[in-house]
């Protein structure tokens, strides 16, 4: 990871005017709305199958949002304070908007504020946020310098063109045989401005649980604006946008689409480097490349919690319920409950709930886990992430016969609590089971803000 301080990088940078800063403060009348279903909004950091299927979303849409058209003043000499938007509402994962992101990195423009507006965005359920607007608002939605407002791709995308392309540029002559040509390209166009949103359903289009304004713990904010060099076309940009989109997360977007006289700028700042993305936050002292890496970053900063893998919540959402039954019914039968010798298996399983009790009793939070299971894994990075102290318990590499190591313990656990699968955590001595299930489970008490509450009580 290539991370920067940036009192040089910004200093280099060319003056832009004063970006916004943003309040960290909850506010007591913001609207508890709750997602229908909570775990589909829990997001997570981009996977493999995320890269694939944002850069198909790119060639989807080329070649727009992708160079700094010839039509666009800024191949003309304009400078930075005339190419700059005040304040644009925005959803990453929205049609129009991205109709008029892709002209703006055509147009090499500077956008002050976008403004993350998904549906549970502070943006409607936060009367006391400064970007706050009517339930209902349409978006994307232009704030001029001067304080008019343009609502609707069809309007802004007509003031761009008016405003920042030069006049009577890339005018094709007008007969029948272009026109039909052209209603043939505008149809194709048509559908395949539906197949980014279709590639990349369920990413940054909604506020993840880990950063909702209806959130029972204060989520942080930045004070000072974030400042991201992107263009619209570009896979991985794209990554970082819809999670900006996911965490609620204001920015000031700087164009810097191939050819943008933008990334001569970039290289000097960052000593040689123009690639995009490219995040600046003033907040830490901090600028970095690679999607990846920013994403991590930016879940560590402005979230409360880094979500688990979407992957295997949707795993778990198929493979708890089939293969509990299972479970609970071989556990005891690994420990040896069907052997001749009864009274030595009441007594080893006696012995196993004692030792539970003990280490459940002595730490505050313990985990059991299998080394080998990725459930596992993303369990303890979670607690990792939320820097929660705790004792893990490992039963084995897996549940599977011959990698399993203390099967009695596992089917005490399954006697005490009904659970036999794990990761199995407890608080304060008492199970609140898995990582996705339980009573309520690990993400769930995260989703309703009563994790740090029973780990504080249990303390």
Known sequence: ?????????????????????????????????????????????????DTPT???ASIARLPFGVTVSSDAKRMQGSTNDDLTLSILYDVENDMDCRLVRERISELDLIVK??????????????PSYEFALPEGSEIPRLVLEDGKTLAGSEDILAYLDETFAVEGAGSSSNNDESDAKQQIIDAALKVASYLPGLLRAGRGQQVCSAASASSKLPVPRPTKSL??????????????????????LPYELRSAGKSSPRREQMAQMTGGSSQCPYLIDENT???MFES??????????????????????????????????IYQKLAPIQAGANGEDTASYDAA????????????????????????????????????????????????????????????????????????SLPHIFIGGKSIGGIFSGTPGLVPALEEGTLMKLIDEAA
């Not at 992107?230 to 900006?244: A, D, H, I």
């Not at 369990?379 to 549940?399: P, Q, R």
């Open 292 to 325: 990846a890496d920013i994403i991590r970053y930016l879940y560590k900063t402005y979230a409360l919690w880094t979500p688990p893998s979407e992957l295997l919540e949707s795993a778990s959402d198929v493979v708890t319920p089939l293969f509990k039954p």
């Open 227 to 248: 400042i991201l060099y992107s263009y619209e076309g570009n896979q991985f940009c794209r990554l970082v946008r819809e999670v900006l989109t996911e965490l609620d």
């Open 349 to 420: 399983i006696a012995k196993a709930k004692s030792e539970i009790e003990d280490e459940t009793n002595s730490n505050t939070v313990v985990i059991y886990t299998y080394s080998l299971s990725p459930f596992c894994t993303e369990a303890t990075d979670l607690l990792d992430n939320l820097d929660i102290k705790y004792k893990e318990i490992s039963l084995g590499k897996e549940w599977i016969p011959g990698l399993i190591e203390e099967p009695i313990k596992r089917a005490a656990l399954g006697e005490m609590t009904g659970q036999t």
């Open 285 to 287: 002292d901090t600028a």
């Open 113 to 126: 504020t976008v403004v993350p507006a998904a549906p549970n965005s502070r943006v409607f359920v936060d």
């Open 1 to 49: 990871m290539r991370v920067m301080k940036i009192a040089a990088i910004v200093a280099a940078a060319p003056a832009l005017p004063q970006a916004a800063s943003f309040s960290t403060v909850p506010h007591p009348q913001i609207q508890q709305r709750r997602p229908t279903s909570a775990s589909a909004l829990s997001m997570s950091v981009p996977n493999s199958i």
């Open 54 to 56: 944002s850069g198909f």
